[in-house]
């Protein structure tokens, strides 16, 4: 199990630890999920990408807002419904090999991520660190 100290540098920190074994991890797992980019519908910005089983995707037609799968807590979540920061889906596409989902959506409450800003705040993305170089980041 992971630390919150170690949460906290995985989110907050400026040393990049990059999981190249995420996709891997889910398949070891058996999970039988699509990954889903979300984007805001109106500034083109991805927001996220997550994954979806079928539930969670004909939970999220259903409801007409993001409803994804846990990979790392093996569940179903809308996404929002404790924080009350939604995502309104506005339009589904599917990719070419039809092994990926795009959720464009709108933003229904304060922000998306559920990382606070230096204020605070709800961050308005999940990709709030640009790379300096192959071990460096930094905020903006």
């Known amino acids: 199990m992971t630390s919150s100290t170690d949460h906290e540098a995985l989110e907050e920190g400026l040393d990049q630890q990059l999981d ?6 889910i398949g070891r797992s058996g999970h039988q999920v699509v990954p889903v980019v979300l984007q805001d519908a109106e500034s083109g910005e991805v927001l ?6 079928e539930e969670a995707y004909r939970l999220t037609l259903e409801r007409q807002s993001a409803v994804l799968y846990s990979t790392s807590r093996e569940e179903i979540w809308h996404k929002g419904a404790t924080s009350g920061d ?52 930094a905020f903006g």
């Open 20 to 25: 190249f074994d995420k996709v891997a991890k």
């Open 86 to 137: 939604t995502l309104e889906l506005l339009d589904v596409r599917v990719n070419c090999e039809q092994n990926s989902l795009l959720y464009r959506v709108r933003k229904a409450g304060q922000g998306v991520c559920h990382t606070k800003d230096e204020t605070g705040g709800t961050r308005q993305t999940c990709y709030y660190r640009s790379v300096i170089d192959a071990d460096t980041l």
């Open 48 to 53: 996220f990408i997550g994954y979806a089983n």
